[in-house]
């Protein structure tokens, strides 16, 4: 089953605006963390946020934050003031207790001018 | 910091061919796992180490073989590679402690063509 979800192949935003882009999870370990990875055309893996099962606030790093809903199982990566430089794929991933990274298939993310 | 390294950048291979794809890491992290990536598939993983001398199968482990002498390196040989193993290799690092969820680095990747 498949244990990450990115319902949004493809996303646009104007630049400036705000972004919200989704991830629905799946685990019955109470124990777990959602990490949210930046690749640019360049193709490098860049780390912008996590998430821990048991955090009671959402986390939140520069203009990203993460809309932590563990009820529904969601995880959702919003970027604030959108820039150029953030068109990008983004993509969700999980990983339980001592238990490998396992990634969503991903949001192409396209930014306007 | 050199971080987590792969080499070579670019490969071509023909069908049939054998070879390695390095990946060596300098933080002293005890895990290691090596991933594909191919067009919107996202990143799928082939093999993980939790420890030297550890490793086991991810979700594509086939025609893939890995082992883990020592902390710092963790290579993974293509037997016989077949034009389905063309794609993007990641290979990725991070601390392992019970009850704790660490950032994995990733290496730049590798873009393995097989013809």
């Known amino acids: 089953a498949q244990k990450i979800t990115q319902t949004q192949p493809g996303m646009f935003v104007q630049e400036k605006e705000a972004v919200t882009l989704d991830c629905t999870y799946d685990?019955?370990?109470?124990?777990?963390?959602l990490f949210w990875y930046k690749q640019p055309s360049s193709g490098e893996m860049i780390f912008l946020i996590y998430q821990g099962s048991y955090d009671q606030q959402n986390a939140t790093e520069g203009r990203y934050s993460l809309n932590f809903q563990k009820a529904r199982k969601s995880a959702n990566l919003v970027i604030s003031a959108s820039q150029l430089g953030d068109s990008a794929m983004y993509f969700c991933?999980?990983?339980?207790?001592?238990?490998?990274?396992?990634f969503g298939k991903g949001t192409r993310l396209s930014v306007i001018a | 910091n050199a971080g987590v390294t792969q080499t070579p950048k670019f490969q071509v291979l023909k069908t049939g061919q054998s070879m390695t794809l390095q990946c060596a890491q300098d933080m002293n992290h005890e895990y290691m796992s090596w991933y594909r990536q191919d067009p919107g598939m996202g990143l799928r993983l082939i093999h993980y180490?939790?420890?030297?001398?550890?490793?086991d199968q991810g979700e594509v482990p086939n025609g893939y073989n890995v082992s883990r002498s020592t902390t710092e390196d963790f290579p993974l040989r293509l037997l016989s590679a077949a034009p389905s193993q063309t794609s993007v290799y990641f290979c990725?690092?991070?601390?392992?402690?019970?009850?704790?969820?660490?950032?994995?680095?990733f290496g730049p990747g590798t873009r393995l063509t097989v013809t």
């Open positions: 180490s939790v420890g030297a001398g550890i490793t």
């Open positions: 991933a999980m990983r339980e207790v001592l238990t490998p990274l396992v």
């Open positions: 990725a690092s991070s601390r392992e402690t019970s009850g704790s969820h660490h950032e994995q680095y």
């Open positions: 685990t019955s370990d109470p124990s777990y963390g």
